[in-house]
Nanobody, 128 residues
Framework: DVQLVESGGGSVQVGGSLRLSCKAS???????LGWFRRAPRPGSEREAV?????????YVSPYLKGRFTVARDTVKNTLDLQMNDLIVEDTAMYYC??????????????????????WGQGTQVTVS
């Protein structure tokens, strides 16, 4: 069973940067690790931010490319999300997740929330 703990959230001004870190425990060698977020507005859905598969394939939301980057350390079993040039719309609860994907990220260039079965508690990011 994979357990995930996020850290690094907080409040930041528009244009600032934050680095989120996800620490996984358990064997994640065959898992994709990803970041998702849910905005605070009513009815918002959890959206994929970025992910790295077990083969190193990287997905970053096309809406966030250029500002967000993701990195995975297989030795430390961590997944970091670097967020730059933050805007108010980046305000959300950010979740780390792990799952075995039935597709290859580099082929479909997408990830689905339903394929991630293990989730962290989330870390809040507020941009104002």
């Amino acid at each position: 069973d994979v357990q995930l703990v996020e850290s690094g959230g907080g409040s930041v001004q528009v244009g600032g940067s934050l680095r989120l870190s996800c620490k996984a425990s358990g064997d994640t060698d065959s898992y994709a690790l990803g970041w998702f977020r849910r905005a605070p507005r009513p009815g918002s859905e959890r959206e994929a931010v970025a992910a790295i598969d077990d083969d190193g394939s990287i997905y970053v939301s096309p809406y966030l490319k250029g500002r967000f980057t993701v990195a995975r350390d297989t030795v430390k079993n961590t997944l970091d999300l670097q967020m730059n040039d933050l805007i108010v719309e980046d305000t959300a609860m950010y979740y780390c997740a792990a799952g075995r994907l039935p597709y290859k990220i580099h082929i479909v260039n997408a990830v689905r929330e339903l394929d991630f079965r293990s989730w962290g508690q989330g870390t809040q990011v507020t941009v104002s």
